[in-house]
């Protein structure tokens, strides 16, 4: 008799259940190995996977996807990189080169290989703007405005997060509160890229639109932006004790509300969920709870009969991505809410 369950309710084990079928897709395509057929052996493909299996307890399998990770996409100056390329897919090299490192640095702190996060981690710091606290959303001289995005700056914050180090991860959390006070109305169109002197970017970017700004009054938009700010700044108040952070973690959630609806329709709401499991936590406000099994139950509405999360227009690296990004948040989810509850 378990004396102590964890009080996960019939929901969250429905989510779990729905994680394991995505683990099960992955195990499908690996025959048994740590490694993805030809077809899918690209940096995009794996990135996500070992900090998704971790969090499952798959600790050998996460394990041995993180040495994949790191004997194939390493590089001496501690980046990641399918080859001169990020990906085959050419989404990961235009918006989120830097923020792809993030993934597998954090895993490395949890699945114990601190050579590897000491590595990825001075590899983030080639990447550091001084000016902002930001940090690159390409490769260095990549684009000559030195952009950086809200989902990289978080992605980055988090990874330093992950390995303690409090300073670099605070002057993350501090760049996107400025870049949140650069904004307009909560109605209006929210810009997520800022220059190398810590301006928004407006004009044309070389990215489509909605790569560029998310317009509250139009669907499909990149609600996974606030989401992961939103999410990270929640994690360093937890470390901190700081209150601005939660403030801001708060603030950059309650941009989804002029959005209404539109947010919970399809996949891209999986960031949305996963701060909000972590805001729930946090202040145990219901509003957040509900907000995390609105976006469960789409998700698992939106799950392939193969356990996948895959899409037909997108590329079976971006697909692979997809998977593994969902498993981990409905895992999250889970954890999260049942901590609250504690």
């Known amino acids: 008799m378990i004396a102590n369950p964890l009080p996960f309710d019939a929901p969250a084990q429905a989510w779990v259940r729905a994680a394991g079928k995505g683990v099960a897709w992955l195990e499908a395509a690996l025959n048994g190995g740590s490694r993805l057929p030809a077809s899918l052996h690209d940096l995009a493909s794996y990135y ?47 918006i989120s080169d830097t923020y792809t490192n993030t993934w597998p640095i954090a895993a490395a702190r949890l699945l114990g290989r601190p050579d590897m996060g000491r590595h990825g981690l001075d590899g983030l710091r080639g990447r550091f703007v001084e000016a902002t606290g930001g940090y690159l959303t390409g490769i260095p001289g990549q684009y000559e405005d030195n952009r950086q995005d809200i989902v990289t700056v978080a992605g980055c914050g988090n990874a330093f997060l992950a390995w303690d180090a409090m300073n670099e991860a605070a002057g993350a959390g501090d760049c996107l509160m400025r870049i949140l006070e650069q904004q307009g109305p909560a109605d209006a169109p929210f810009h997520l890229y800022i220059d190398g002197r810590g301006e928004t970017l407006e004009g044309e970017l070389g990215i489509p639109e909605t790569l560029a700004r998310i317009d509250p009054a139009k669907p499909g938009q990149v609600y996974v932006y606030w989401g992961m700010a939103s999410v990270f700044l929640a994690r360093l108040y937890t470390v901190s004790h700081e209150s601005r952070f939660l403030e801001g973690a708060r603030a950059y959630f309650a941009r989804h509300d002029a959005c209404g609806d539109m947010v919970f329709d399809g996949i891209g709401c999986c960031k949305t969920g996963w701060a909000a499991a972590t805001l729930y936590r946090l202040t145990g406000d219901a509003v957040y709870r509900d907000v995390v099994h609105k976006v469960a139950a789409e ?42 509850r504690g």
């Open 48 to 94: 996500k996977w070992p900090l998704a299996l971790a969090t499952l307890g798959r600790m050998r399998q996460g394990e041995a996807m993180l040495t994949t990770i790191n004997d194939c996409f390493l590089t001496p100056d501690g980046d990641f990189r399918t080859s001169a390329d990020k990906s085959s897919d050419p989404l990961y090299g235009q």
């Open 299 to 340: 998700l698992l509405k939106e799950q392939c009969e193969d356990g996948s999360w895959s899409r037909p227009q997108l590329s079976p690296q971006l697909n692979c991505d997809c998977t593994a990004e969902i498993v981990y948040h409905l895992s999250q989810y889970t954890l999260e809410l049942a901590s609250a």
